[in-house]
């Protein structure tokens, strides 16, 4: 440690064990390994000397944003060093005339979007952790959020990259045009990728226009979920092109209600919110409230103020704190093609019954993205078995119904036993060559993501 | 070759060397070199037989659409087996509560959309030859087109394949959902790779809503082609949303004027034709025709009928074939920040008038996405020094302004020699070794691409 201590500024290697703790986690429940320090990376230089030094001694490294992950690639493992990014922070451009971001990783996500907000422009990809979230997180994850049912995931707002390889080198992925396609696609492999191939040290991000209007806004209540999801279908097949489509179960609910006194009626089993941000906004949202009429809702009301509409989107961001208020969480991620949403909530549903799990769920449904929380009690360590039972029904359901372990969130630590069953032996094999070829040595973020 | 005429139905190998001449070849002035055989391959256990063929011969293999590429990825080489895709032509399954279709690579793009249409959707991918290219090639070369201003190119509309390796194993990437993060990200990598990493022998594809109304459209005319394209960064900066914008100089106009006499004007140097398919359509071509206006448009003209609009969208549509009455062609492809795009423009003519060389341009305007085409005469067998030695300025110039050499044609045999330029010796060494990963025996397309 003394050789990096020496090779970089004062103050960027922290020893202290408390303070490395600080940097060991994400937002799951996993116990982090032992970390031997941890960087706080200001410059790309600062993190090529760091990778060299790493590779020289075999170090691990676990790079990391904001640690709002919930799948646990950022969670620190035995021996390695931490490598955070949060403090490079610059957005070193923006260019409204070619609608583009150049941003360091440690900007946080929405303050890449107000700063394109200035501009008339926004960067559209707003995981529900936005607000403390970092644009090197949201890479590393793809993360999604509740604007990429109409815009995308970050890999679709990603144009190019500044990557540094375990080895110091530093490469550049892509481009700053809208299209190009020199050669192949290294920055969609970056993307998603976990920290397991390279540290991301600057991206050039496509930012979009920002509707001239607030959103139109509804929200819809139903007596079943599964009336619900098929207003879901509905409106998807009705071509409504919601830019926001997210469901809520009664359980996620009563753990809003029972924080934030929403007045919830006793026999709603679930809760539509839906927006639409295009120039016929007012249309498709009334479309929308007839087709969750036509499904048995039994309250569907459009917003008439926009703050009346934040409100509302403020109880779908408030969801997982409110489940966190009831225990220990095992959040997770599955994502079925649109039509098998209901068969996909039925089985979840099945699953908490049948192991007598509570299991809160939000989905964003115009996506097919369902976010079933298993609740457990603070005193296990982890999720007790009936959990990973419940757990193990859900994600077989998924991938029966043409689905994916997981929509946004990533494979992490949390999903790596049920990967198999998802990627079969070729492309296993094949990523793990993938990866020799960008870390021969192994040593960025082992054991996570493949 | 007896070997592999044995081990595949009758009438899939074609030894005849006429017949194998009819596939050696793509849309450039190329001339192919002397392959050992054709297979026109009908399913995916054909393909992976094939494969393990080559394999086992060392035979060089090259896959091949509808031939309508404009870089020679399809183009035969000295020794090798052709491995034609285009019998491959059933669309499997259309969903459209799913918004999915799944096709096999011999289908033709405009077909896939037809079929989509049929169901109020839509494929959105439309590169100008989409009445004769086919998916497999579409996916190869990540082709783009008129509509990618607004949805997109290839890799958008991509979510999973089933893909034959050089080995002949099968594997199936991404997903049938509209997300997934599990693993790396295969599927954008084999889109764009260009028959390099293996053969694509079905495609998950996404669908999208089609508009309710046929598209607004405006042409407007310009005595200055650097006028159109400062009227192009006005209607993007204004944030009207093209779903089309596309821009013709004088050469390829009077190309067209020459042919079907559309009644060219003497002062005109620039047509601009605008598309909106949005919901407020008529009002975004209203702003687009005040922005042309006020960018110096002598004329400009909202279409009063969708007759008129398929009219004057048929002009773009008829550009290459008219420069294809002029002369041999060597068509060009850079794209650039939108707001280098009168910078670009400036650069193709003086390159042009430096070099005496005829340059008909038209440009995906929307996109920075420029298409010179070098005219030349049929005698030369290969572009005269002139021509090489403009395009090297073209170029170069879409380099130092911050662009590539490529928006959506790909690299093939043409653009390998400025490929280390963009490309920087990092990431060609990785492209290299990826490469290695799919095909250790480089016998899948070797020497195109990267």
Redesign the interface.
Known sequence: MKDLIAALPEGRVVTDPDVIDSYARDRTFLGPGQAAGAVLARTRDEVATTLKWASAHRVPVVPRGAGTGLAGAATAIEGCLILSLHRMTAITEL??????AVAQPGVITADLDRAARAH?LMYAPDPSSYEISTIGGNLA??A?GLR??KY??T??STLGLEVV?ADG?????G????????????T??F???EGT?GVITEATLRLR?AP?EPPATIAAEFTSFRDAAAAV?AI??A?C?PSMLELLDRATLKAIDDWKHIGLEAATQAMLIGQSD???SA?AIARMGELCEENGATFAAVSSTPQEAEELVAVRRLAYEAKERLGACLVEDV?????ALPEMISAVEAAGARHDVLICTVA?A????VHPVFVFDRGFAEPPPQVWAAADEVFRAALRL??????????GLL?RRW?AL???P??TD??R??KA??DPLNIMNPGK??
Do not use: W
């Open positions: 260019s409204p005339a070619d609608e583009i008339g994850t793809n999604g990429c049912v995308g995931v890999r679709d390889l080198r530093v490469l550049n992925t481009r700053r045009t809208m299209k190009g396609v020199t050669g192949y696609d290294l969609g492999l993307v998603g990728s191939l226009r001239a279908a998807i097949a071509g092109q295009a120039a016929d249309t994502c079925v093609p649109r039509s964003h115009g996506d097919g993205n043409g689905g994916t372990l997981t929509g946004e969130h990533g494979v999903k990967l998802e990627a079969g070729v492309v094949l990523q060559e993938i070829v960008f993501a493949i």
